[in-house]
């Protein structure tokens, strides 16, 4: 009697193409499969870094709003600690409007809106370290973001942003140099990048804790008027990482400097322990002197 042959069933009784059919049909289910893992665990690691990036940003919020004898957070007198930049590791070529320490100035404009790249001579220096990703520092923006940015337009106070990735992550270290190249080649839309990069992207990001794509920076920087040619250079540039050293050597700059989170608020030297809570810092910059420290914000490549 003659053999039956059994679909999907390897043995002598298959015939050559039917075995390497069924040899390219197992490679083609491994590739899948390698596929999907490797698509799994690149989510697992977004997820992952974005949920370290809130339990950091939470944690040191917590750890300076809590400790004893702190009554701040109850709207008692503000704490400062005394702030001095380390020795500079910042070699990296930097863009116009960004200074030696890899930040970016706002001193007196037309209006409300401020003139990036300047420094109010004189004047009191507010300096704000921030992680785009961090939902503390969206909560210091949304409440005191417009107050500052008002104060220096008006000549009372340099603003200085320092942007950094308080833990490594690639998408916010692409918004670091999303912030430098907006900063030196349309400055005149670098305020309401910063902005609305917290209002649309930093605060839909937190909500649904996902990691958003480094397309929505892009797609932001159409949005508050970049031009389609200015879009493309800004895509060019983040998937170049053009600026990639410089926001390496500002992450190690931050770390030298003794700053183990985000947000940290410098004012006029002084580091303030507790950065928002309860209008404390409305309060601190209402009763700022009419004098800068010196040397607060570092000066601006021209």
Known sequence: MASRRTPGLSGENLTKQERREQALSRARAMQQ?????AKRNRLFMFLGSF???????????????????NDQAKGGPPQFKQF????SVITASRPKNVTEW??????????????????????????????????????LESQVGGDLVK????GEI?????????????????????DYYVASKVPEKYVEFHKKFFSDISSSAIKNRKVPPVGDIVKLAKKVGLSSAQADELEKTLSGDAYGQLAEQANQQFQNDKLTGT???????????????NGVLQKVLSDL??????????TPAQ
């Open 102 to 139: 890899a930040g970016i100035t706002l001193g007196k404009g037309s209006g409300d809106r401020p003139t990036v790249g300047a420094v109010n001579e004189g004047k009191p220096t507010v300096t704000v370290y921030y992680d785009y990703l961090c939902h503390v520092c969206n909560d």
């Open 84 to 87: 001095a930049h380390s020795k």
């Open 158 to 178: 340099t603003l200085a942003y320092q942007p950094v990735s308080v833990v490594g992550d690639v998408f916010s270290k692409k918004a670091m140099q999303a």
């Open 289 to 298: 002197p009419k004098e800068s420290a010196p040397g607060a914000t570092g």
């Open 51 to 69: 949920v370290v990036v809130a339990l950091v940003c939470t944690a040191v919020y917590v750890i300076v709003t809590s400790g004893k004898g």
């Open 151 to 154: 104060k220096a337009a008006a």
């Open 33 to 37: 499969a390698e596929r999907r893992r």
């Open 263 to 277: 947000p940290a608020v410098i004012v006029n030297g002084n580091r303030q322990l507790v950065n928002w809570p």
